[in-house]
């Protein structure tokens, strides 16, 4: 197996590595396991993403990232709703042209402020596959050595797997692995304006 292939064994967990559903497994405690089959290895990448240190750091970042983007966001969308409550409650009093300038001017800022809740909202889900891939693409050597060293033939997915021999499974040697070679790195979250004004030039 070539190490393009095993990256990309960590390309398509870093895809999923947050998804909130996960392939059903059957409880290892339950069952008596078979021979373990010389040459084959099963790896759940997923779950070495995830579970790694720096996995772990990306997750506690974005959480942080996530955060900072409600605290920006928040002033605004309170300030366009207690408007938009206010206005409502002096629909019958005030001079139905001058209700229906500002009630048009209000409509104009939210507008506004939706799409700029959607582009955080963008920036965030782009920032975050960009610090998984980075996860990724520093876990696809640790996958290639640890392959190599227990002479695996045949790398299944341990998400397609209902289940195997643990004596098979290579995901907490993975882990090890990385989590010995890095822990984290720093990341902001992307601006996607900036990005669109820089390839316009």
């Not at 506004?112 to 998984?132: P, V």
Request: proline share 3%.
């Amino acid at each position: 197996m070539t190490s393009r292939k095993l990256g990309a064994v960590a390309s398509a967990a870093a895809a999923m590595i947050f998804a909130t559903t996960a392939v059903a497994q059957t409880p290892a405690a339950s069952l008596t396991h078979g021979p373990a089959l010389p040459g084959v290895c099963v790896l759940d990448a997923q779950q070495a993403i995830a579970t790694s240190t720096v996995g772990k750091y990306v997750d506690s970042r974005m959480t942080q990232l996530i955060q900072q983007v409600s605290t920006e966001l928040k002033p605004e969308n309170d300030t366009i709703n207690t408007e938009a409550k206010t206005l409502e409650s002096t629909r019958a009093t005030m001079d139905k042209a001058q209700w229906e300038k500002r009630a048009t001017d209000l409509s104009t800022r939210g507008a506004a402020f939706e799409r700029k809740a959607n582009q955080r909202q963008a920036e965030l889900e782009r920032t975050r596959s960009k610090a998984i891939q980075r996860v990724a693409q520093e876990m696809d050597p640790v996958i290639v050595q640890v392959y190599q060293q227990r002479k695996c033939s045949l790398l299944l997915d341990g998400r397609s797997v209902m289940a195997s021999n643990p004596a098979m499974d290579i995901t907490s040697s993975v882990i090890a692995g990385l989590n010995a070679k890095i822990q984290q790195f720093a990341f902001e979250r992307e601006h996607l304006d900036a990005q669109a004004a820089a390839a316009a030039q």
